[in-house]
């Protein structure tokens, strides 16, 4: 096939050796003098997709990975033709050494192609994926047609959006609205149920829903959120009925007719602040979609909750977040009868994550450090990629450290954060640390500090004067500080209630009012 290219304007030939793959709508083929790229060539050209690829092409998004070498959006590059003007696929980026991410989140393909991609990489790839859905939106872009199958994921947890011509696209020039036609029902937000895409403006909001779903099985070993045990008459209800009711088992309303899958991980390993985000998402958002995190919600959300992972002591391949008292990961695997499913460096050296499972779990023993460069195992003579920061390791026996407080700490001594992280989550350096000051300011909760600031020195006061180190008749000093903790105290309380607090000093302001009415009598 003769294929004609609107940049260079030159006649490229194509066969069936040069295909990569094929599908219900196009066929890619590899591009024959620049492996670099890819030609989309649809089954059933049309005048309404030229005009779409044109306006993509008038108005493509900024590529938060391109600084990495990373394409994270496949997006046209030139127009291909026929031997006449009607336009028939694109030429677009070829990406590389990723996997469809569905096989990151489901544990039995992750096991055989990727066991070393553990927790980290899973908070590192969802946070990938809220930057470039962050960056289309910012073009006026909307995906859709969000699902697994169309974003690709790497071994360093970079991601790439396919499929980026059935988007919704808006053509300023001409004031046409492209829609996208296409949905999958599990995806599709509950205001959208049921109803004909082709005649609908998708919003971000939209989008907001997908995203949400997607970052869900990222962290919940491919749970779909509306996934769980139904509790009421007849029978179950399917998927798109239980989105379109609201029925989020998670969101501790005891109305929903469900219960979380047994064999699930629980919602409570997730941080506070990703708990808080899935319930404005699949909650609150229900009946107000304008409630559902944004993509910048979510990229704060999950760097707060990279920074507070830990490494398990017995298995430092079980990452989990510092808010747990033990490695949930070493309580699943007893109860998956010793499957591990995120097995350690020795396990994986040794072949055994491939094994059947035994009947006694048997405890393995760990190399210490990160003994391979990147989750797939490493090849000969190739580049290595990025490494993740090293995580820190809970001690035996112990509670790791409460992520109420250490935010604040952690600000105020400044220089404690280790290393960039593997497969970058932005422009560059100076964008992460942007983002996570933006949210470690969002996230302290400095009326609470206050109040127990306040409260110490209600309290000192009170005992200078019992030590007769004050004259009696300041006994009515302490009262005034007392009553400042105890009003800090109080919006404390109030500031620590925020999704983005995540109870973040509620316990501090707890303790100040404590003390403030002791320190008044």
């Known amino acids: 096939m003769r294929l004609y290219l609107d940049a260079t304007g030159k006649a490229v030939e194509v066969g069936e050796h040069h295909q990569l793959a094929a599908g219900g709508e196009a066929r890619i083929f590899i591009h024959p003098s620049d492996h670099a790229q890819v030609i989309k060539v649809w089954h059933k050209p049309t005048a309404d997709r030229a005009r779409k690829v044109r306006a993509m092409l008038a108005n493509p998004p900024a590529d938060p990975m391109a600084a990495q070498g990373h394409v ?26 990723v996997r469809p991410v569905i096989d990151y989140f489901n544990p039995k393909t992750r096991l055989q192609h990727s066991p070393l991609f553990n927790w980290f990489y899973l908070h590192r790839t969802a946070r990938n994926l809220a930057t470039a859905m962050r960056a289309l939106h910012e073009r006026g872009y909307v995906i859709g047609d969000l699902n697994e199958c169309n974003i690709l994921a790497s071994e360093t947890a970079l991601v790439t959006m396919v499929d980026t011509d059935s988007f919704q696209v808006w053509d300023a020039a001409s004031g046409t609205l492209f829609r996208c036609r296409v949905g999958r029902p599990e995806f599709t937000p509950p205001e959208l149920q049921g109803k004909s895409f082709a005649q609908i403006n998708r919003e971000p909001v939209h989008d907001h829903f997908g995203l949400g779903i997607l970052i869900f099985q990222l962290l919940m070993e491919g749970t779909h959120p509306f996934a769980g045990v139904y509790r009421g008459p007849g029978e179950p209800p399917p998927l798109p009925a239980r989105i379109a009711a609201g029925h989020f088992p998670h969101g501790g309303d005891p109305r929903v007719p469900y219960t979380p899958m047994p064999a699930a991980p629980r919602f409570v390993w997730l941080h506070p602040v ?61 109860m998956l009868g010793g499957r591990d499913p995120f097995p350690s460096v020795a396990a994986v050296e040794a072949g055994e994550h491939l094994r059947p499972a035994p009947v006694a779990r048997t405890r393995l023993k760990q190399t210490s450090g990160w003994s391979l460069p990147y989750p797939g195992r490493p090849v000969p003579g190739g580049r290595t990629p990025p490494l993740p920061r090293p995580i820190p390791a809970s001690t035996p026996g112990s509670k790791p450290a409460s992520a109420s407080g250490g935010n604040w700490l952690r600000s105020l001594l400044g220089g404690w954060r280790q290393g960039r992280a593997a497969g970058g989550s932005g422009s560059g350096s100076t964008a992460a640390d942007a983002l996570r000051q933006a949210f470690a300011t969002a996230n302290r909760n400095d009326l609470a500090w206050s109040a127990l600031f306040f409260a110490l020195l209600a309290a000192g006061l009170r005992a200078a004067i019992w030590l007769s180190w004050l004259p009696p008749e300041a006994r009515a000093l302490p009262r005034v500080p007392a009553l400042l903790a105890a009003l ?34």
């Not at 509620?506 to 008044?520: F, G, N």
């Open 72 to 97: 994270a959006i496949a997006w046209p590059t030139g127009p291909v033709h026929l031997a006449g003007p009607t336009v028939v696929g694109f030429v677009m980026p070829r990406v590389q050494g």
């Open 274 to 334: 990703l708990q808080n985000l899935f319930c404005r998402c699949f909650r609150d958002g229900h009946l107000e979609p304008g409630l559902r995190p944004d993509p910048l919600s979510w990229q704060y959300g999950l760097e707060e909750a990279e920074l507070n992972l830990v490494s398990c002591h017995d298995n430092q391949q079980h990452i989990f977040s510092n808010h747990l008292s033990a490695c949930p990961w070493c309580e699943r695997a007893a």
């Open 488 to 521: 800090l105290g109080l919006g404390g309380l109030y500031t620590a209630a925020d999704w983005k607090r995540a109870g973040a000093g509620r316990q501090p302001a707890i303790a100040a009012i404590a003390i403030a009415v002791l320190a008044w009598l």
